[in-house]
């Protein structure tokens, strides 16, 4: 860990911090996307392809807007969302940086450090993860842990299997060999048999696919469009998202020529 200890200590305060804000009294937040949209931000989630980038946080006049892949396992898109949320409260400013995009979360950069420690105090805390341990797993010797305790802690804490080992060994609860060998359970039995088998959370290991563009953003689309700003084809792209039609909002205008494409919008928004 390269961010000094003070540093450190702010990130976890203002995760800490986070959570209250969102009322979170479980291990882990029930929904994270509606709790980041109550703490004020825009949330857009669309599956833009599993090879395409992670997400970005985006600072536009006075929205602050957090966009995740949906194409990536639910876990990972959660925990993308929490990366994000880092990025938004530590490196974005009016007068500074107004975008950080994703394309992978293993860049060794100062920001992407802090934003991935960020994501863990948020969606783990330390003393959530101790009170689990104690409570949950009846305080259990490590050494007799397996892949089911560890699919325990990614249903409480809504996080993938990977995310919850390696917070696990940074916090020093696991020593480096149980980490290999939880690994390597991983990889025998896959995380959505562990999951079934104590009936938790399967959907992590899912893409959600979900299309969700705020309503404002929406109205932005309908706005420009009747103002005659924008073609129907991007009305009708950026409608089918949410499932809505474009004839709803027909104006009596003639058809623009310019094809512009709601990626174009999104990439417009990101100017
Ligand atoms: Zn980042």
Redesign the pocket.
């Known amino acids: 860990m390269s961010v000094n200890k003070a540093r450190q200590l702010m990130i976890e305060k203002i995760a800490e911090n986070v959570r209250v804000e969102c009322n979170v009294t479980d291990y882990g937040f029930h929904n994270l996307f509606e709790a980041t949209e109550k703490a004020g931000y825009r949330v857009i989630r669309y599956p833009i392809g599993s090879e395409s980038f992670l997400g970005f946080?985006l600072l536009k006049d006075t929205d602050r807007i957090i966009f995740s892949n949906s194409s990536l396992i639910l876990a990972r898109e959660i925990f993308s969302v929490a990366?994000?949320i880092?990025?938004q409260k530590l490196h974005l400013s009016e007068q500074g940086i107004t975008i950080?995009r994703?394309d992978d979360?293993k860049?060794r950069d100062e920001?992407?450090i802090e934003?991935n420690y960020f994501a863990a105090c948020l969606l783990m805390p330390e003393d959530k993860v101790n009170k689990f341990i104690r409570l949950e797993l009846d305080g259990k010797s490590i050494d007799d842990w397996n892949g089911l305790d560890i699919a325990r802690i990614q249903t409480a804490f809504n996080v993938s299997y990977d995310m919850a080992v390696i917070r696990l060994k940074a916090l020093h609860i696991i020593p480096v060999s149980v980490l290999e060998d939880l690994r390597l359970e991983k990889l025998e039995k896959t995380t959505a048999k562990l999951l079934k088998a104590i009936k938790g959370n399967a959907d992590l290991c899912q893409p959600a696919e979900a299309k969700k563009i705020p309503a404002e953003y929406l109205e932005w689309v309908i706005f420009n469009y009747q103002e005659k700003l924008i073609p129907k084809k991007s009305l009708e792209t950026a409608l089918s998202y949410v499932d809505l039609n474009a004839e709803d909002f027909e104006t009596q205008q003639e058809e623009m020529d310019e094809d512009k494409s709601f990626d174009d919008l999104l990439k417009g928004m990101m100017d």
Do not use: P, R, S, V
């Open positions: 946080a990366h994000e880092g990025h950080i994703d979360f860049d920001n992407e934003a």
